[in-house]
DNA sequence: TCATATTCCTATTTATTTGGTTGGTTTATA
DNA sequence: TATAAACCAACCAAATAAATAGGAATATGA
């Protein structure tokens, strides 16, 4: 039951885009740099997100990236389902359930639960509010 | 992000012996026909149950397996810490996190949050709200 | 115009975890 | 004393995660 590095890291470029948003692009090496996470795997990572258009990128000499949306308008939910695929910790609480044993299932409830305070958590949260200096007096969410 | 066959399969076993709990003796072979689950691989499963005292085992014919205590006294979340070691998603927000960029890290009390809404759901389930006919009129929790 | 700096693309590699299987030994009972 | 049960220690195969490699396309500005 884990959020695999792709998430994590996923998180922290987007932060990091958000805190050093100016007018200019954002190299992939600066980010890379200041996360110190490997640049071809962060490319690998960062590409699902221009895909969706949650960030823009320039190609060539003074390009880079940066956000398309407001920072506000980025949930971590969505973030996360980019990288992970699916958050249900289980298959049968799942976007499209599939288990023969389903009928008398003892568990299926339980997991449809799980999954549910997952998703509202989640989906409460956007890049904004995990930006330096977001929120309630403490560098970070309490 | 998700719950192995593993957990999966120790909930579904204890609910089974739970359920057939009379004064007897349940063998392995009987639960695993019932869920459909192979003896051995169940087996090693039920291995650390054995070990925790969460479920007695007597050897030699006419041995098997029962719970040591009453069901409303085994939580979802002691099950799955045993079969899946961590329930954290993260490293960082478990037990012992160690993490050199947790003192600037942004996401760091999002992961603890997230910890704590899983524990708390978890923790408010046992055995017996997942036994057929537990709760609210349903034969399943909602 | 052309070296340089960037993103984009496809494939390959390596490590780890998951989900088992194999082949027994030991223990108790009917 | 045959049989049915739990116990034990390896081993294995497939899938997934976590990168790495090597370049092609594109834009800039000196």
Redesign the pocket.
């Known amino acids: 039951m884990t959020i695999?590095?792709?998430g994590r890291y996923a998180l922290r470029v987007l932060i990091d885009m958000a805190e050093n948003q100016r007018d200019v692009y954002i190299?992939?090496?600066d980010m890379a740099a200041r996360q110190e996470i490997?640049e071809?795997?962060l490319?690998?990572i960062i590409?699902v997100f221009?895909k969706e258009q949650i960030v823009t990128?320039?190609?060539?000499?003074?390009?880079?990236?940066r956000l398309s949306r407001q920072p506000e308008e980025i949930s971590v939910e969505e973030v996360l389902l980019l990288t992970e695929g699916t958050l249900s910790p289980v298959a049968c609480a799942g976007a499209s359930p599939s288990c023969r044993r389903m009928e008398d299932c003892r568990t299926t409830a339980l997991w449809q639960g799980l999954n549910q305070v997952i998703h509202e958590y989640l989906s409460s949260y956007s890049i904004r509010d995990l930006m330096a200096g977001a929120g309630c007096g403490y560098d970070y969410i309490i």
């Open positions: 695999s590095t792709r190299p992939l090496k490997s071809k795997y490319e690998s590409k221009v990128a320039v190609r060539g000499k003074g390009g880079g990236y």
